[in-house]
């Protein structure tokens, strides 16, 4: 069961958390990772962290400005998102298990039902 939060309405070059809470695993600790998705369009991976948060791996489009983090003790993913901009308006979804290789090209095995980040221009 993942939970995530932090999702809104923010201007352009503002800054956004979004976290991720996972919760009823057996499997601990586990990659976690955000991909996001806007209308009509396909589920775009966003970052990635791997289940000792010795890893972490960027999509292109949002490298230098997000910065995903975890806090095992709570179970939880946090993706810092600085310098916004109108196209990552998105649905942000975190995934979570299913190994490396897997979650950074499609996602984990467990999904949450996504957040909302809107950047207004």
């Known amino acids: 069961h993942l939970v995530e939060s932090g999702g809104g309405l923010v201007q352009d070059g503002g800054s956004l958390t979004l976290s991720c809470e996972a919760s009823?695993?057996?499997?601990?600790?586990?990659?976690m990772a955000w991909f996001r998705q806007t209308l009509g369009k396909a589920r775009e991976f966003v970052a990635a962290?791997?289940?000792?948060?010795?890893?972490?791996y960027y999509a292109d489009s949002v490298k230098g400005r997000f910065t995903l983090s975890r806090d095992d003790a709570r179970n939880t993913a946090s993706l810092q998102m600085n310098s916004l901009k109108p196209e990552d308006t998105a649905v942000y979804f975190c995934?979570?298990?299913?190994?490396?290789?897997?979650?950074?090209?499609?996602?984990?095995?467990?999904w949450g039902q996504g957040t909302q980040v809107t950047v207004q221009s």
């Open positions: 995934s979570a298990d299913g190994g490396w290789s897997k979650i950074t090209r499609s996602g984990g095995d467990y």
């Open positions: 009823g695993y057996t499997s601990n600790p586990f990659s």
């Open positions: 962290i791997s289940a000792r948060g010795s890893l972490t």
